[in-house]
C-alpha cells in the first residue's frame, strides 16, 4: 500500500508542477515549426533501441544503418497521420516525426518550443537529447530548450504514439476516430530573460463592478506589470512579490460579453520591453434555482454538439478557417451555444467563440469506461483538466466545464469524479461545472434522473436518444422526466442517423424523414420539462467513428449528423433552425 502512496504523492506533485503553460502563446515572438516533417511508422517500436531520436547519418558504406529521416515519408505539421495517407487510415502505434530548423540564438532570451497537441503520447528530443514527454491528446505543453538548442542548424524529433491503453483518458473505446499525430501547431517560442509567464484578467460581480487581474512572471523579477485596457481608461500597476506574482482588483465598468453583443476588450500587460495583447470579454455566470443566468439575466442554451473534425471530409480541425466554418454553421442553426466535445478543442476554437458570441460547454475526455478505480488516471485527469483550465481561463464564451460522458454510476466512479469537480471548483471558481448523464431510469411516472453525480455538478447534462437507440419516434412524444434535484437540466445529446439524400418512412432507419421524426417528437417531450435550460443535439455533422462499419450507409461515419460529412443539410437541420428561432423569441 505504501506504495501506491508514494506514487500518489509524486505525481500529484508531478502533476501540477509540471504544469507549465505560456498564457496566449500565439502573442508571442516565435518561430513557426509548422510545414512537412519526416516521418518513420514504427509500429513495433524499435525506434527507441535504434536511436531514432539521433538522427544518425550514414557516415561510410558498411556502417548499418537501418533508418533514414530524409529519405522516409513526409507528413504536414498540424494534421493527424490517418487522413495523410491511406496506409494509416486505422494505424495505432508510434510515429516518429523530425524536422530541421535555424534559428538565430540571441544570449539572454528564453526559448520554449511548445505544442498545442499531440495524440496520445509524446516525447520530445532535440539534437539527440530527450527534453520531454507528455500523455493527454487534447491539450498544450511545452518544454524549455535554452540547454540543448544551438545557434544555427537544430534538429527536432517527436516520438508520437496513439495506441490506446486502460488507463488513458479516453480509455479504450470512444465513438470517435483515433486521429494520431501532431495535431496542433508547434512553435519555438522567444522571450526576454524576464517575461510575463501566466495571466487571468476576469470580472467580478460585486456591489461594485470589479476587475480582478493576476499575474507571473518567470525569471528575475523586475518591479512591476503595467496593465492597459485603452477602452475603458485603465491603467493599473501590479507590483511583483518576490516569487514573481501579482494580483489586484480595481473597479471598472466593462460593457459585458453576450452572445447578442459579445464584446471584447484589447488588454496589454507590459513588462521588461515586451507587450501581451490578448482581447478578453467581460461576463459572469451564476446557476439560481432551475436557471442558468448570464450577467443576471435567465437564458437558454440553444446549442448543437461538435467534434473537432474538418467541415469537409475526415481528419481533425485545427485552423482558424475549419474553426470558422464549424462555428458558422452554428450559427446559422440559430445556435447561441456550442458542446465542444469530447475533449479540449484547439485554443483558437475558443477565441472564434468569444468573439462570434457563442458560449461553451468545454469538456475533458473523461468518457465511458474510464479506469476510475485508479488514482494514477485520477491524477491524469486533474492534469489534463488543469491544462485545459490554465490555457482557457480568459476565454468569456466557456461557461460549463463537464467532467466526465455518459459514465456507470459506481461508488470509484462518484468518488473520481467528486474529487475531479473539487479540482476544477478550487481552480476556476467562476463557472459551472456539469457532466453529460445516461443513468435516467424508465419509471411508471416517466425518466427519473437519479445520479449522485447530478448532485455534485452545477448544470445537469442528460444525454438521450428515445426514438433511435429505443422506442419509435413518436413514442417520446409522451415521455415525462421526474427528478428531485432543484437545478438546470440540459439535455447535452439527443439525435438520430440519417444519410444525406436517403429518404423514406418516418420509421425506416437512416432516411431523413425518420432524422426528422426523432427530431420532431424529441423536441415535443422536452417543451414538457420544466428545468430544461438548453440543448446540445448530436451532432453538427456526421464524423469519423471506428463504431460504425455498415457498408454503403455509414462506411465508418456515425450518421447523426445534421449535416453530411461535407457540410449538406439534412431536412431535421431545418426542423432545429426553425426551433430554435421560436425559442430565441419566446424565451425569457
Ligand atoms: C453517446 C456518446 C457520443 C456518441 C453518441 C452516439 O451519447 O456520448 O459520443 O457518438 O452516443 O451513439 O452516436
Redesign the pocket.
Known sequence: MKYWLVLIAFLSARAFASIDLIQNPDARDSISLNGQWNAIVDPYDVGDKRKFYENAKQETPDQLLEYNFASAQKLKVPGDWNTQDDKLFFYEGTVWYHKDFTVNKKSGKNYLVHFGAVNYLATVYLNGHEIGTHEGGFTPFQFNVNEQLVDGANSIVVKVNNRREPDFIPTMST??WNYGGITRSVKLIELNDSYVDDYSIQYVNGKVPQIKAKVSVKGKVAGAVELHIPELNVRQSLKLNSKGEAQISFNANPRLWTPEAPKLYQTELVYAGETVKDKIGFRYVEVKGDDILLNGQRIFLRGISIHEEKPSGAGRAWSESEDRTLLNWAKELGSNYVRL??YPHNEKMLRLADEMGLLVWAENPNYWGIQFESDVVLEKAKQQFTEMLVRDKNRASIILWSIA??TLNTKDRNHFLSSLAKTVREQDPTRLVTA?L?TQTTTEYGHKIEDPLASVVDVIGI?S?CGWYYDAPKDCANYKWVTEYKKPIVIS?FGGGALHGWHGDENEKYTEENQVAVYKYNLEMFENMAQLRGMSP?ILKDFL?PRRPLANVQDYW?R?GLLSESGEKKKAWYIMRDWYAEKAESFK
Do not use: F, L, M, Q
Request: no cysteine.
Open positions: 465513438d470517435w466535445a469530447h460522458n455518459e453529460a445516461n444525454n436518444y445529446e448530436w467513428s456515425n447523426k
